[in-house]
């Protein structure tokens, strides 16, 4: 189920729980936590989150992206991509900023750079 959360801090953010599934194009204005699956594309003008259990099979535009789950797909980020030790990202990376922890797995290629904001748009 998709559901819009206010954490801690205030802010508002959508949230996507396990065990829920969406096909499709999502676009987000705020952060969006992804903890069950995704097949399709994610557009986000704040920051990704692809929790533990968080599985995207897709694109991901986005400001900011934290990768701890799986991502199947092309992640384009204008600032900083964090890879946690968990994460498995099967695709290319174009980011400005790259983080990753020892354990996490990244198979395809990246790209680092200022990303343009005309090219967020994957829609």
Do not use: W
Not at 27 to 48: H, L, P, Q
Not at 66 to 85: F, K, M, P
């Amino acid at each position: 189920m998709a559901k819009e959360v206010v954490n801690n801090t205030g802010a508002m953010y959508n949230a996507l729980t396990n065990g829920s599934k969406i096909v499709g194009k999502i676009f987000a204005d705020s952060d969006f936590r992804i903890d069950g699956e995704v097949e399709g594309t994610i557009t986000c003008n704040g920051k990704v989150i692809v929790g533990q259990n968080g599985h995207l099979k897709g694109s991901i535009s986005c400001a900011n992206a934290e990768i701890v789950g799986q991502v199947e797909g092309d992640v384009i980020v204008s600032e900083t991509l964090s890879l946690r030790s968990t994460a498995v990202v099967k695709g290319d990376v174009r980011t400005k900023v790259l983080m990753v922890e020892p354990n996490a797995v990244f198979n395809g290629s990246c790209s680092m750079r200022e990303v343009a904001p005309s090219t967020l748009d994957l829609a």
